[in-house]
């Protein structure tokens, strides 16, 4: 078993900056795809970023050139850094951590941006 705790989330205004964390503990692995999603209230939720054992990342279109996603394996914990946060980036932020047929979620941190 996998649990995941985030940490980081906030309020802050448009244009300003946010680091959320994700720690996980338990079974992990080396071997897993860990990334961040969020679902926005009447939205389903949906994939920000996305890094691989290897360190490869993908990104939505949304958020590319203003979100980094990163891992620290001594840690076990995997960062999201925002940047120019906008109204819209207001959101339920979601980690998950994907290793073979299994699938673990944390339980979320609000992220609200201010116009």
């Known amino acids: 078993q996998v649990q995941l705790v985030e940490s980081g989330g906030g309020l802050v205004q448009a244009g300003g900056s946010l680091r959320l964390s994700c720690a996980a503990s338990?079974?992990?692995?080396?071997?897993?795809?860990m990334g961040w999603y969020r679902q926005a209230p009447g939205k389903q939720r949906e994939l920000v970023a996305t890094?691989?054992?290897?360190?490869?990342?993908n990104y939505a279109e949304a958020v590319k050139g203003r979100f980094t996603i990163s891992r620290d394996y001594g840690k076990n914990t995997v960062y999201l850094q925002m940047n120019n946060l906008k109204p819209e980036d207001t959101a339920v932020y979601y980690c998950?951590?994907?290793?073979?047929?299994?699938?673990?979620w944390g339980q979320g941190t609000q992220v609200t941006v201010s116009s």
């Open positions: 998950k951590l994907s290793r073979g047929s299994s699938i673990y």
């Open positions: 890094i691989s054992s290897v360190l490869s990342t």
């Open positions: 338990g079974s992990t692995s080396s071997i897993n795809v």
